[in-house]
Structures are given as structure tokens and as C-alpha cells.
């Protein structure tokens, strides 16, 4: 056990250096700078792969490239930069190929700002690339859970052929934690990549990676088995966290930095004797819906608490199936709520509604 | 004794290629070379988007189906981790010069260890005859139907030419495909455009000034003959850069 | 002069008619009589004796079409 004082995006690229990533293609966005600057001297010094991309657009296409020869690939972007890799991602996921993406939130519409946000969920999980596809998307909320899931996210990539995202805001890739690089973890099981194509000589046949079918029936069928794959996740790969979750008054839903603020608060509301509980999304795709359930009917409310203005409560609302009233509290333009508007938004429990 | 037939490049699927249509012809040429050059096996080609959308039907070769521009960004990350592989793209001037520009002159500017294959007939074919890039001063296409004016739509873009000012290339010629002749010359040009690649030379590029009969509106041999009299005018078949002779 | 066998592998033709333009002695000719089961004109050899090997028509052929072969004693 070796802790050190590092920042996220640091932490992010020696994390995906022990996870053995072959490729990183990325460009420069504030805040996540040190992700590519980093890897570009950790990937050489490895013996692997780093290109500074001529822009996002560019660079998940490279990744697709990568990921398509069968190599360990990912890339790194902001909300904007993200956008711009939507076509990509599409394509990607309908080739079904395995890679790794940590989108590090900021301020938007649009430029925006620079300062933290989650204002990129619907981005991460409803998708703005084109046909019925879906990200799995990881929204770690410290440091060291982000070093975790980026292991574990290229392997959950591997097992399914498909795209895992990293979503995390601003704060966490530019603040300084201490973290523990060395804290084990164990690889799953991997397929081989038999389908990659990297030569005729390495496999049998012909392999094309390819998205493309012109016959409506055998692209349905493609989807069909895309859904199919997408419903094994839904089963196998939910994590979510439950916190405070005896007899709640009321329940916070929230992810990432957000869920560290709400901690601090449910700690002081609790010294008021006001007994709050939490469900910590880990997963935001699959959406952790089956911890819905195990709110027990003494609870008076769910309170969704984004730094944006209301984009995970549509998932909450889905979940909770009307059986329990909700309330929503968020700022936007990078401002971060502090403790002790999570409280208030509490004490005041319906009466500051959703904007 | 077998003079000349077809090649273990291609395979047996009959192409969707409009008849006349020269994409059959530079196919052919590429799937020669590969095999003359024992590269079948050991290559990953990238299609682009457009009439040679399907061109992972007809090479015997593994393939990348490539986002519409995108090639050049996706042989660069199959090149770089697998440096040992023979990496080509087969674009055409929709692909490589509208959407594409941006990938395909930074990839030929890092240099990067890649053929591509630039199929230009100064027309969108596959969605139907649109204007492209490359086409020509007052030629008639579905977007510009009264002759394409360069005051409101810009001149057509010579791509060898801007090619052959980036340093990280390291080959680009560009030859007609409307002749016996043109074909040896076009097969010598892939040729050399692959062996610098197994070299190391860096960038390579062949342009080939192709036919697009069905939206042009000429029968083949006229199409060819239309490349000959009026788009070599624009488009001076040549070598722009050979790093080996410059 | 040495003697020529040209092979046609006919279901594959489009009838663009590029080896008749192509052939420097003009043996070759679009038949409409005769198609393929696309509906495409076949490609007829008007007097193979004249044939001299130069493999214009199988080269500039889109389709691979065409096999060329010298006969040998």
C-alpha cells in the first residue's frame, strides 16, 4: 500500500497504462489536459502508442482503427470535444469493438465554460449518435474509484464488444487525492479477438469490421442481437452504491462529485436528526433501477441532487414508477453546489422544485 | 501459356459497379499488386464511403469500413499498432477532399506509413451525381445545375498538387485511367506507392482521374475519352513528389 | 504468328463495350443476341486468327471478364 498525493487526470493515465493499453489518440480540452500529456510520455516509455489526434473527430476514428486490429484503445475529451465523437461512437458500437473513453464534464451548452459539470449525462446515456445503441458508462466518484473502473472498464469492453465510458466531472480530473496505484485488482475473464482484422494470416477467413448492411432484415437482426447483448449487461454489470439506507426519511439520488457533496450534507442532517439515505449510481448506464426497490415506504421523498439542471432525474423518475414523490435541486455553468444547499434543498423538500 | 486473367486479389462476387465504371479496373490494379507482391495476407485495407462502399465484398483482403472521410484517421490507428501490416485506403474525392480533407492531410503530414488509393471522378456517384470537390469549372452536376460557378462554389481542388507540399509525403503521382498505357502506368505507380510503404518512406498517394459514366451521362469509352480531352486540363497527370528522385 | 484463345467468363460481363474500343484490331464486337442473365450484350469474337495476344481487351475489362491465352506447339 503506496498512497500518493496525485491529480485525476494523472491518475487517469497511470491507470491506464497498468491496464495495459496499447493506444491513446486524444486532443486538447480544458480540463483534461494531463490526461493526453501524461500518456504521451508514459505510452512511449511503454513501448506503446500515443498520438495527438488533429481533432476529437479524428481521434476516435483512430481508436475505431485500433480497436478494429484488436488493440487495447482509448481517448479522453470534454462535453464539447465528446460531441464531436458521436459518429464514432455509433460506429463503433455497430461494429461492436471494444474501447475506453473518460469524458471529463464541463459547462455547456455549447463552449460553455471550464468549470465542472454533469450536465453530459444525457449525453453518456441517451447517446447523440445515430441508431439504438448504447455506451456502458461508469460515473466514478473519487479518484481512486476512477483508477478502479478504468481496469475494469477495458475489460468490460473486451467481454462485450462495446464501448465503456468513463464519466466523471472537472473537479475529479483536476483535484488532487491521495491514492493508492497499487490497490490489486483482479482481470476478468477475457474472450480471444478472433474477429479482429489485422491480416488474413493471424485467423481463418476473411475478417471486415464493418457497420454497414443494406438488407432491412439482416440489419434488424444485427440490432435484435445488439439488444440482446445490451440486456446481458443490464444484468451482469449494474454497480450502484446504498448509503443510510435503514429506514430513510428521505432519499438523495446522485453520482460522482455530486454524491460526496450529498454526504457531507446527510452527515449534518443527520446531527439535526433528519435521517437521509442515498443510492450512488456507479453505473449510469445500466441505470441501477432495481435499488429503487429497496427504499422502504417510511420514506417521504427522493431528492435528485445534478450539477446541471435535470437530466438523471428523468432515469429516477423511471424508477421510482410514481411510487414516491420527487424533488430536484441543481446549478449549472460550472457552479458546484456546497453541503449546505443539498440541506436546504432537504429542509425545504419539494418547495425548491425542478426548474 | 495464361497471358493475362483474373486475379486471387478479387473475389468471386460480381461488383455493383456501373458498367464502364473505372472503380472495376483500379480494383483490379490494387488486387494485382497485392498479390504480385505476396501482401494478401498480411494487409488491412480501409473502405471509405461512396460507390466503393463494398469494396470489403470484392478484395480478398481483411477490411475496415471506414466513417465517410475518416479513412486516413482509421489506417492510422490500425498502422500504428500493427506497424508489421500492409495498411491501404481506397477513397474517392468525396471522401478524401470534402468531408475527409482534414484526416487525410494531417495523416500524410505526421507521415504516417500509409497508401492511399484516391479515386477521382469530380462527382458524387453513389448518392447520385452531386458536385464534388474536383469537379470541374461549368460541369453540370445535380448541385449545380447550371455549371459549377467558382465565384459561389468554389474551384476544383488538385489534391496531388497540395499533397506534394507536405513533407511527410513521400510519393504522390496522378494518372489518368483511360488506356492499355495508363493501366501499366497506374500498376508501376501502386507498385512504387506500396514499396515505399514497406520501406518506411512514409505518406504515399496515387491519384487515378476515373469515369463516372451513369453520372456524367456518357458511355464509357466516351467518359474516357472526356478525362483525356477536358479533366487533364484542370488535373495534369504526373508525379508531383517522389522522395527518391526530387 | 503465334495463335490466341480468348475466354469469356460471360455472366460476369456489364456490356460497357470498354475491350471493343480497346482492341487495337477490332475483333470484338457487342452481340446483341446474345445476354447474360443480368440482360447485359455479350461480347463476340469476329475472327480470332487475327488476335495478337496484346491483352488491351482482359486489362482495360472492369468486370475480369476475359482470360487471355497464347497456344503453344
Known amino acids: 500500500m503506496s498512497k500518493q498525493l496525485l491529480k485525476g487526470n494523472q491518475a487517469i493515465a497511470l491507470a491506464a497504462v497498468q491496464a495495459g493499453v496499447d493506444a491513446y489518440f486524444g486532443y486538447p480540452i480544458t480540463p483534461q489536459n494531463e490526461v493526453p500529456e501524461y500518456l504521451s510520455k508514459y505510452l512511449p516509455e511503454a513501448g506503446k502508442v500515443f498520438v495527438q489526434a488533429e481533432s476529437e473527430v479524428a481521434a476516435i476514428n483512430m481508436v475505431y482503427g485500433a480497436a478494429g486490429a484488436g488493440k487495447r484503445a482509448m481517448t479522453s475529451s470534454s462535453s464539447v470535444g465528446i460531441a464531436l465523437k458521436q459518429e464514432g461512437l455509433s460506429y463503433i458500437c455497430g461494429s461492436e469493438l471494444p474501447c475506453l473513453i473518460v469524458s471529463v464534464m464541463r459547462s455547456g451548452p455549447g463552449l460553455g465554460g471550464i468549470q465542472p459539470s454533469q450536465a453530459d449525462y444525457y449525453q453518456a446515456t441517451r447517446g447523440g449518435g445515430n441508431g439504438d445503441y448504447h455506451l456502458i458508462v461508469y460515473a466514478p466518484e473519487s479518484i481512486q474509484e476512477t483508477i478502479h473502473y478504468i481496469k475494469e472498464g477495458f475489460d468490460v469492453a473486451d467481454i462485450y464488444r462495446n464501448p465503456v465510458m468513463i464519466l466523471i466531472d472537472g473537479l475529479i480530473g483536476q483535484m488532487m487525492e491521495s491514492v493508492d496505484m497499487d490497490v490489486p485488482y483482479t482481470p476478468r475473464k477475457l474472450p480471444e479477438k478472433t474477429w479482429a482484422a489485422m491480416g488474413k494470416k493471424y485467423h481463418s477467413g476473411q475478417n471486415v469490421i464493418n457497420s454497414l448492411s443494406l438488407n432491412p432484415d439482416h440489419l434488424e437482426k444485427h440490432n435484435l442481437d445488439l439488444q440482446a447483448k445490451y440486456n446481458l449487461v443490464r444484468k451482469n454489470e449494474v454497480r450502484y452504491e446504498l448509503i443510510n439506507m435503514e429506514n430513510p426519511d428521505y432519499v438523495i439520488v446522485a453520482y460522482g462529485s455530486m454524491a460526496r457533496i450529498a454526504r457531507s450534507a446527510i452527515e449534518t442532517l443527520g446531527e439535526k436528526g433528519i435521517h437521509v439515505g442515498m443510492i450512488r449510481p456507479i453505473t449510469v448506464w445500466p441505470f441501477p433501477k432495481e435499488a429503487f426497490a429497496k427504499i422502504p415506504s417510511t420514506c417521504k421523498g427522493i431528492l435528485v441532487v445534478e450539477m446541471s439542471l435535470g437530466q438523471m432525474v428523468d432515469d429516477v423518475e423511471i424508477a421510482n414508477r410514481g411510487k414516491f414523490p420527487i424533488a430536484f435541486y441543481g446549478r449549472a455553468g460550472g457552479n458546484v453546489p456546497d453541503p449546505t444547499e443539498v440541506e436546504q434543498a432537504i429542509l425545504n423538500f419539494g418547495k425548491l422544485v425542478r426548474l | 501459356m495464361i497471358k493475362y486473367q483474373k486475379t486471387k486479389g478479387l473475389s468471386d462476387k460480381k461488383t455493383h459497379y456501373c458498367p464502364g465504371c473505372t472503380h472495376g479496373i483500379i480494383h483490379k490494379i490494387v488486387a494485382e499488386v497485392l498479390e504480385e507482391m505476396n501482401l494478401l495476407d498480411n494487409t488491412v485495407g480501409v473502405a471509405s464511403v461512396g460507390c466503393s462502399v463494398f469494396s470489403y465484398d470484392y478484395f480478398n483482403i481483411d477490411m475496415e469500413q471506414a466513417p465517410h472521410g475518416r479513412a486516413c484517421a482509421v489506417a492510422t490507428g490500425i498502422k500504428r499498432v500493427l506497424p508489421d501490416r500492409f495498411v491501404f485506403t481506397y477513397q474517392g474525392d468525396g471522401d478524401l477532399a470534402s468531408i475527409g480533407i482534414a484526416e487525410t492531410i494531417h495523416a500524410a503530414n505526421r507521415g504516417e506509413n500509409i497508401s492511399v488509393i484516391f479515386v477521382n471522378n469530380a462527382i458524387y456517384g453513389m448518392t447520385g451525381g452531386q458536385m464534388a470537390p474536383t469537379t470541374l469549372e461549368g460541369q453540370k452536376t445535380t448541385t449545380s445545375q447550371l455549371g459549377r460557378n467558382h465565384a459561389t462554389q468554389g474551384n476544383p481542388i488538385k489534391v496531388s498538387e497540395i499533397f506534394s507540399q507536405i513533407d511527410g509525403v513521400a510519393y504522390v503521382e496522378r494518372i489518368a485511367m483511360t488506356s492499355p498505357q495508363n493501366y501499366r502506368k497506374a500498376k508501376a505507380a501502386i507498385k512504387k506507392a506500396f514499396s515505399y510503404q514497406l520501406a518506411g518512406k512514409g505518406f504515399t498517394m496515387v491519384e487515378l482521374l476515373s469515369t463516372c459514366p451513369v453520372n456524367w451521362g456518357m458511355a464509357p469509352a466516351d467518359a474516357m475519352k472526356w478525362i483525356d480531352e477536358k479533366m487533364t486540363l484542370t488535373f495534369k497527370p504526373g508525379v508531383y513528389k517522389d522522395i527518391d528522385h526530387d | ?73
Open chain 3, 1 to 73: 504468328m503465334k495463335e490466341h484463345r480468348l475466354t469469356f467468363n460471360n455472366e460476369a460481363c456489364k456490356g460497357c463495350g470498354l475491350c471493343v474500343h480497346f482492341c487495337p484490331v477490332k475483333i470484338l464486337q457487342l452481340d446483341a443476341s446474345r445476354m447474360n442473365q443480368a440482360g447485359y450484350p455479350l461480347v463476340s469474337v469476329t475472327d480470332i486468327k487475327k488476335c495478337i495476344g496484346c491483352t488491351f481487351c482482359a486489362m482495360m475489362c472492369p468486370d475480369s471478364v476475359i482470360r487471355v491465352e497464347s497456344i503453344d506447339e
